[in-house]
């Protein structure tokens, strides 16, 4: 049977066989599920000499593991404690695979085929113009290796073997390290502080089965999203039926902490909120509270574990509880977007895997050098990552509503000048005040658009 991308039953990869085994034996990992990646090492490179960069990318493979024994090895885990192999990944860019002679691979996705710094993405992302970017990003890259592990040991080791594979002609532009952060209770946060990570699409039977019966539950909001999201048959090696890979988009997003911080002081302060209450101006901003307690089931953080992710913003259709401005209430509206069919709506949803970059010294809130490594996989760029960036977060008439204002834009990651916004006075109750937005504390650095292709493509060349 071929596999099946738009099959409205998740794929179980304990029982797959045929096809769909073959495909998760030919995937790269950390695609369909995130890897474990607490310390995850980026490469960005360019290539000179297209047999050499094809040389170290074949030579890659036997460092590569694939996505059936990733899941095999976090299932090992997760029943015995037994621990994992370091993940490897590698994502060319359309530059990259010209740069390696490979210009016949023909791609659909006219977005990575024109490449993050093309005209058209910067003004319908609002980037800075390329010239703003971070150097190293400015110039022309090829390829990204990802290299992850849970410690940083084996991390750190399985890097220097990829770099062993560097010869001259191959330059590393650019290089990064993220390191997993963590709250008091060892929740992973972002730099502002809040949990993150949570609310994923989840595409395998045993996910969603795990998501089910051991969080929160999936009555209310079900994450499965079909293969067809996040997967694309791999056009470097011509239809084959088990080979996919899926499109890959990177980018530095630099967060001034103190700056969002101040932020939330100012909201607060113009609200008039007081004692535990002052915290609801930060969980306005995201749309959750430090601890990942949604803001619209709750008014205040409650601690609950697991984070809840079964919810929707059905019983907050007015915004009295979250702003529909909130970030995770933008970037997914969970059918309240008032913009199109709830399932359709859901399609624009993408595999996010990002990681914290950046050291931080105990009690100081940087105004840079931190950030995110924003990282999603996508079956179509234009419709997910570009879409939920421009059509949504960028979007100040989005969510559409019946009274004024205008939502306004994300405050997290909305960009481009930003007008007043309304912020309910009173959780759960009538009455909003407009406030002067919140200042753009996250800037992009730098980025671009990849294709993770099938282990087999990475061989042959
Ligand atoms: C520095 C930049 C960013 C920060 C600090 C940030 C922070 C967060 C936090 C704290 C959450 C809540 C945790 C969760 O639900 O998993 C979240 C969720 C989310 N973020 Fe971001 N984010 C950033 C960039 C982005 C970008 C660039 C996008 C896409 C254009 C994005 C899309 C999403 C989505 C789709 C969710 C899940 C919403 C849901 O399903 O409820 N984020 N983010």
Same mark, same amino acid.
């Given at each position: ?24 034996? %030919? ?7 995130? $890897? ?71 791609? $659909? !996705? ?10 058209? *993405? ?17 110039? !022309? ?8 592990? $849970? ?5 750190? #080791? ?5 770099? #062993? ?77 088990? !080979? ?18 101040? #932020? ?39 601690? %609950? ?13 007015? #915004? ?6 909130? %970030? ?19 399609? %624009? ?51 559409? $509503? ?51 292709? *099938?282990?087999?493509?990475? *061989?042959?060349?």
């Amino acid at each position: 049977m071929p596999v099946n991308l738009d099959n409205t039953a998740p794929l179980s990869w304990k029982n797959a066989t045929g096809d769909d085994d073959t495909m998760l034996q %030919h995937l790269q990992p950390n695609i369909l599920k995130g $890897h474990v990646r607490d310390r995850l090492h980026i490469l960005i490179l360019q290539f000179a000499d297209a047999s050499a960069g094809r040389a170290f990318l074949s030579g890659l493979v036997p460092l590569m593991k694939s996505a059936k024994t990733a899941l095999e090895e976090a299932d090992a885990f997760n029943q015995h404690d037994t621990k994992g192999t370091p993940y490897v990944g590698v994502g060319l860019s359309k530059l990259g695979y010209q740069a390696l002679g490979l210009d016949d691979v023909e791609f $659909h !996705d006219e977005v990575f085929k024109k490449g993050m710094k093309h005209p058209d *993405s910067v003004a319908h992302l609002g980037d800075p113009k390329k010239e703003q970017w971070q150097q190293e990003y400015q110039k !022309d890259i090829h390829a990204v290796v990802l290299v992850g592990d $849970h410690d940083p040991d084996p991390a750190d #080791a399985r890097l220097a073997e990829v770099k #062993a594979l560097l010869t001259d002609s191959i330059t590393v532009i650019a290089e990064e390290t993220g390191q997993t952060q963590r709250d008091d209770a060892g929740r992973a946060i972002e730099q502002f502080g809040y949990v993150d990570g949570r609310s994923l699409p989840l595409f395998l039977a045993e996910d969603l089965e795990a998501e089910r019966d051991t969080m929160d539950g999936t009555d209310v909001w079900d994450p499965f999203l079909p293969l067809g999201r996040v997967l694309v048959a791999d056009p470097g090696t011509a239809d084959s039926g088990t !080979d996919f890979g899926s499109y890959f988009v990177l980018r530095k997003l630099e967060q001034n902490v103190r700056a969002f911080k101040a #932020a939330e002081e100012e909201l607060a302060n113009a609200l008039n909120l007081t004692n535990d209450d002052r915290a609801r101006a930060g969980a306005m901003f995201v749309g959750r509270f430090r601890d990942g307690t949604p803001l619209t089931l709750q008014p205040k953080a409650i601690g %609950h574990t697991p984070v809840m992710n079964n919810f929707t913003y059905g019983e907050d259709a007015a #915004a009295h509880k979250c702003p529909f401005q909130a %970030h995770v209430r933008k970037t997914n509206p969970r059918g309240s977007g008032k913009f199109q069919d709830p399932e359709v709506e859901k399609l %624009h949803l993408m595999a996010r895997r990002g990681q914290t970059y950046g050291e931080r010294t105990p009690g100081v809130d940087p105004e840079s050098g931190v950030g995110l490594l924003f990282m999603a996989f996508n079956s179509q760029i234009d419709q997910q990552f570009e879409f939920v960036q421009q059509l949504w977060a960028n979007n100040t008439g989005f969510p559409a $509503h019946d009274s004024p204002p205008d939502p306004g834009r994300d405050p997290v990651i909305g960009q481009g000048s930003r007008p007043p916004q309304a912020w309910p006075l009173v959780w759960g109750e009538d009455g909003t005040q407009e406030v002067p937005a919140p200042a753009q504390a996250v800037t992009m650095k730098g980025g671009e658009y990849f294709f993770m292709p *099938s282990l087999p493509f990475l *061989s042959s060349l």
